[in-house]
């Protein structure tokens, strides 16, 4: 049954390679990340409940596990300020900047996908919207700690301390 | 101190309350039962006198928008932003100079395209992309409306040193929410 197959390609001559000019291919070890955690603040918290569901979705389409997505309480800055342009100084005019937050973490990532979603991630994030981003990176341990230093060592002979 | 005692003459006693007689009637005190009950103050409401971003209520004949009918409290509960950027969220540098933008985004817009402009300018900031909306009433020709749109884009992405982006919505006439 061919009803859903896209045929328009198929006539390309299967010879020839189809390398995408976008995509690099290298040896380098890649490298490992443990967590990555977006940070995500705005002011307008259902915009921060709808770009929570579109990032979670995002991650799940891609296959990477979402550890915790949890909110930190919102921080509001007040300013009070005079109302009058000259003297009054009793009569006064307060503001209130607003804060929310919405955290992110995904776990058990390579860097190549850390990369390809948090481009797709980042350039859909709406206006009026910050992110912050951490990665927690996995090393492997250097080699002079690999064995302890009690191993590594020439074995000297006992001798008896005479007291 | 002829002076003080003269006029403690003239003054009236302190006990003296009607100049005329009083007949035997007027003179035994009437005494009034005194009424029982919760005692309030009579109070009215407060007049709250701050003209912030409001418009007053007049006769009935002033055609006011949304925007304008909505008082700043109303902001995030019935009222969106006018102007999205990251410079005012918490420790995030920059909310001057979008300020600063921002006013002059404003007076350009309502300098460019005189008498049409139906609402508020909205300001979208995408990194580095700046998004402005418009709604416009139908007053100028499309060929002219088309020219301004090209102007202020290129204009604007030469001062900025960003690509800006203008997005037009024409309505008919200014869309009314009430009349205060």
């Not at chain 1, 109302?83 to 058990?108: A, F, G, N, P, W």
């Not at chain 2, 409001?54 to 909505?70: I, L, S």
């Not at chain 2, 932003?81 to 001057?96: F, K, Q, R, V, Y």
Request: glycine letters at 4%.
């Amino acid at each position: 049954n061919l009803m859903g197959v896209r045929l328009a390609g198929s006539h390309v001559d299967t010879q020839e390679s189809k390398t995408n000019p976008l995509v690099s291919i290298s040896d380098e070890p890649e490298i490992l990340y443990k967590r990555l955690s977006l940070l995500v603040k705005g002011h307008d918290k259902a915009v921060l409940d709808s770009y929570e569901y579109f990032a979670v979705l995002a991650a799940k389409e891609l296959g990477i596990s979402v550890e915790k997505v949890h909110k930190p309480p919102k921080k509001i800055e007040r300013l009070t300020l005079l109302k009058s342009v000259h003297i009054y100084k009793k009569h006064r005019v307060q503001y209130e900047m607003r804060t929310h937050y919405m955290c992110l973490e995904l776990k058990y990532l390579t860097s190549s996908t850390a990369a390809v979603y948090l481009e797709y991630v980042q350039r859909n994030l709406p206006e009026g919207v910050a992110m912050e981003v951490k990665k927690t990176k996995i090393e492997k341990i250097p080699e002079h700690i690999q064995e302890p230093v009690w191993d590594t060592l020439p074995q000297v002979e006992e001798t008896e301390v005479k007291s | 101190m002829a002076a003080p005692t003269a006029a403690r003459a003239l003054r009236p006693l302190w006990g003296a309350r009607c100049p005329l007689p009083l007949s035997p009637h007027q003179a035994v005190p009437r005494i009034r039962p005194i009424p029982e009950g919760p005692r309030h103050l009579h109070t009215t409401p407060a007049c709250l006198k701050t003209r912030a971003a409001r418009v007053r209520v007049g006769k009935g004949d002033k055609p006011v928008t949304y925007e304008q009918a909505h008082a700043p409290h109303y902001i995030a509960h019935r009222k969106g932003w006018l102007s999205l950027h990251t410079g005012n969220l918490a420790e995030e540098p920059g909310a001057a100079e979008r300020a600063v933008e921002d006013a002059f985004l404003r007076r350009f817009f309502y300098g460019t395209f005189p008498g049409v402009l139906a609402d508020e300018v909205v300001l979208k900031r995408r990194a580095n992309l700046l998004v402005v909306c418009l709604v416009l009433a139908r007053g100028l020709p499309p060929a002219k409306l088309y020219f301004l749109v090209g102007y202020a884009e290129t204009l604007l992405s030469h001062f900025y040193k960003c690509p800006v982006r203008l997005e037009l919505q024409t309505v008919p006439g200014k869309v009314v929410y009430k009349y205060l």
